[in-house]
Structures are given as structure tokens and as C-alpha cells.
């Protein structure tokens, strides 16, 4: 372990690298994290021994992978302070735990001439599942805009959430706009009406201490990938009621009690939602990051990036030809920054700066109807994480006054 977070650095083998015969910067976090030393021992040392099938055998290395399985449930439930370990489901990702919400918990409580409302900056992960189940129940899905800031518009979603509102999914940061939203306060304006909250937190989680239990989300999403595990392991968070009252997703072993002939019974949670065998190498590795991020404090994961923030953010801004989407204050602004550079395409900004080892995003980041509303096709996205650093920051201002000078006829 690093002894500080500003060494942090030094435990990702992967940073240590040049690109293009240019010092690696690596600012994609938002689209996947990279994995420290920590977390690649553990998985080693997983598949070297312990590697065996959990639940189902009494043999050492069942047993040992069993408790490495479950062990790693528990530090999730405590990293989000979950009322219990039956609250946490592994899934394959944030994704497929939003599809599980609307497969279940959707099609059960959600019948024609009700709503579902989204914001208008959701992921297509937290946005498809709900179009589709209202168009599959005839039910109206509709979406809570923004302020000029890019900040979730309260006063729009007070409108749009009525006693026919039956689910609210909403992001708990964005993936594009560097927002936070007031999840706890849409929480219990969902609850007024008698709807539930459903929290997108694959760009919360990461970044930020979260407590679902203040919360009072109902269900709560995110994915191992983009705080440093394997990819292939996700989250499901649901409060324990719904969950037990929830229709099946999946069938198969593990998620059984008894099958006969004619009929079956199932497990109680978690293991009902958890057929076949599952990803028990992601969940160790999972766990190795939970212990990873909470060795260094949550608290101070969030303050790193926002020193970040402040730095970087006012010179981007400052650049005449450079347009930053969402907050321009840094203070209300995460790690994730969306920008365009004046008659360029966001494609050929990446590909510039990737010449100058700088990796960002482009493209429209699964986020259409935002990219609509912001009335363009595409960004680019550059997003940080604790370990990057001040001379990251300066080498994407570099990269992009390069980029400009080199498309105003100059060269590299």
C-alpha cells in the first residue's frame, strides 16, 4: 500500500509506461479504472489457491473460495453501509443490475398509465431498461431536466414526480457533466408519492463516500471496473424487503431450495438472485479494491480529485477555443470533465492527444439524450481518479494547446 495517496501512483504497474514515445496519462477513468498491485495479487493468489466452485463442496478449497466469496460481500455491504450482507447481489455490472431492477422489481409494480421518471443525463444503462418497460406496460416515461449549470433542475423534478410515479432511477453523478445530483432529496420526494428510488453509482461509488442506508435508496447500482476490480462484477444494493418480494431474474442452480418434479422453491437472499456460478475471482478482486479505497479513506479519494478539479478545471475554462460542459465551478464539478475544442471533432481531439500520450474519451459517452439536449453529437471526456497527478493535469492542457496548434496548420 502506498504510504499516502499522493504516492498511490506507484501501485499501478500500468501507469509506469510511455505511448507514442510520450509519458502515459491515463484520463479515462470513467470508462474503466485501472487495477493496483493489491488487487492483482489477491486475484493471483485466488487462482494459485483457493480456485474452486463456492457453496457446493465441504473440500478445503470450496470452503476457502466460499469465504473468500462471501467475505467479500461483507466489505461491500460495510463500503456502502448496507443494513446487511443479504442487501448485496453480484451481477455482472451496473448494467445488468439496473435490467435486473426493471426485469423484476418493473415488470411486478409497474402497470399502463403509470410513470417512470429518469433525468435527462442518464446513462443508456440507466435510460433503456425504464423506455422499454414503459413500452412494454404502456406506461409514460418521463424525464427531469437541467439547470444552466447542468445540475438536475429540483423545481422540474417536483413537477414530474406524482403520486402515478411508480420508479425513479436517477444517476448519483454524471458520466458526462461532472454533476452530483441531490439523490437523498429525490429520495424522499420519490417516497412521498409512494414510488421507489432506484441510484445509478458507477461514477458515486469510486469517488466518494456513499451510504445507502442515508440515502434511503430502495435499489442502488454500480460496477467493479470503475473502482479498480476485474471487469465482469457489479452491484446490486436493494433494501431487504424488496428484494424478497421481488419475481425471479434467472433460474438455474444456487438459487434454489428444493426442485421436484412439478415445482420448485427458492432461495432466500441474497442467493435467489445469484444463479449458476458466478464471478468469484471478480468478487475477490472486488474486495481487494474495497479494502484498497477504504485503507485510504474514502474522504480523502474525494479530496484528491477535487485538488485535481480545482487545478485543472480554470485552465481548461480559460481556453478561448475550448467549451467545458456542465459546472464551471470546480467546487461542484467530480473528475469527469466533458469538453469540445472549436471546429474539431472530439474523435480527432482524442486522437491528438493520444499522440502526446494523453488518453481520453470521445463520443457521446452512452448518454444521447444529453448529448441532444447540449446540442452536439460528441465530446471528448477527460476523468481522473486519485492517482492521477498535477503533471497528468498540465500534460492534457499541453496535449490540447498542441492539438490546437497543430490543426491551425502547425505541426507536433
Not at 59 to 68: G, N, S, V, W, Y
Not at 221 to 237: E, N, Q, R
Not at 322 to 333: I, K, S
Request: glycine share 8%; aromatic share 8%; net charge negative.
Amino acid at each position: 500500500m502506498a504510504c499516502s495517496i499522493n504516492d498511490a501512483q506507484n501501485d499501478f504497474p500500468i501507469l509506469n509506461q510511455q505511448v507514442n514515445d510520450e509519458r502515459l496519462a491515463y484520463l479515462d477513468n470513467a470508462a474503466t479504472t485501472q487495477r493496483p498491485r493489491q488487487v492483482l495479487a489477491a486475484l493471483q493468489h485466488f487462482y494459485e489457491h483457493d480456485n474452486a466452485n463456492v457453496h457446493r463442496g465441504v473440500h478445503t478449497l470450496a470452503e476457502r473460495a466460499t469465504k473468500d466469496y462471501e467475505d467479500a460481500r461483507v466489505k461491500v455491504q460495510h463500503f456502502i453501509n448496507a443494513a446487511s450482507a443479504d442487501e448485496i447481489i453480484f451481477t455482472k455490472g451496473c448494467t445488468d443490475s439496473l435490467n435486473m431492477i426493471a426485469a423484476t422489481y418493473g415488470e411486478a409494480n409497474v402497470s399502463a398509465g403509470d410513470e417512470i421518471v429518469i433525468s435527462i443525463m442518464e446513462h443508456h444503462s440507466n435510460l433503456i431498461p425504464w423506455q422499454q418497460l414503459a413500452r412494454r406496460k404502456h406506461a409514460t416515461l418521463k424525464y427531469i431536466g437541467l439547470n444552466d449549470q447542468g445540475q438536475l433542475d429540483m423545481e422540474d423534478a417536483r413537477q414530474k414526480i406524482t403520486d402515478k410515479t411508480k420508479i425513479v432511477a436517477v444517476t448519483h453523478a454524471s458520466n458526462v457533466l461532472g454533476t452530483v445530483t441531490p439523490l437523498k432529496e429525490l429520495a424522499k420526494l420519490a417516497h412521498q408519492h409512494g414510488a421507489v428510488i432506484v441510484g445509478d453509482g458507477a461514477q458515486a461509488v469510486p469517488h466518494m463516500p456513499v451510504d445507502v442506508q442515508d440515502l434511503g435508496v430502495d435499489f442502488y447500482a454500480f460496477s467493479g471496473h470503475k473502482m479498480m476490480s476485474p471487469m465482469g462484477i457489479g452491484v446490486l444494493y436493494g433494501k431487504a424487503d424488496r428484494l424478497r418480494a421481488m419475481p425471479l431474474y434467472q433460474y438455474g442452480g444456487e438459487m434454489i431450495s428444493e426442485v421436484h418434479r412439478d415445482h420448485s422453491t427458492w432461495a432466500d437472499i441474497p442467493f435467489k438472485f445469484e444463479a449458476g456460478t458466478q464471478n468469484v475471482a471478480g468478487a475477490v478482486g472486488l474486495g481487494a479494491a474495497v479494502d484498497y479505497l477504504q485503507a485510504l479513506g474514502m474522504a480523502n479519494v474525494q479530496a484528491k480529485e477535487q485538488e485535481l478539479v480545482d487545478y485543472v478545471l480554470p485552465r481548461l475554462t480559460a481556453l478561448p477555443y475550448v467549451t467545458v460542459y456542465g459546472p464551471q465551478d470546480p467546487r461542484q464539478h467530480t473528475g469527469v470533465i466533458a469538453f469540445n475544442m472549436a471546429n474539431l471533432h472530439p474523435h480527432d481531439v482524442a486522437t491528438a492527444l493520444d499522440m502526446d500520450g494523453v488518453a481520453v474519451r470521445a463520443g457521446h459517452h452512452c448518454a444521447q439524450p444529453l448529448m441532444e439536449k447540449l446540442g452536439v453529437t460528441a465530446t471528448a471526456r477527460a476523468s481522473f481518479y486519485f492517482y492521477n497527478t498535477w503533471r497528468d493535469a498540465d500534460q492534457l492542457i499541453k496535449a490540447i494547446k498542441e492539438t490546437k496548434e497543430f490543426f491551425d496548420g502547425g505541426t507536433f
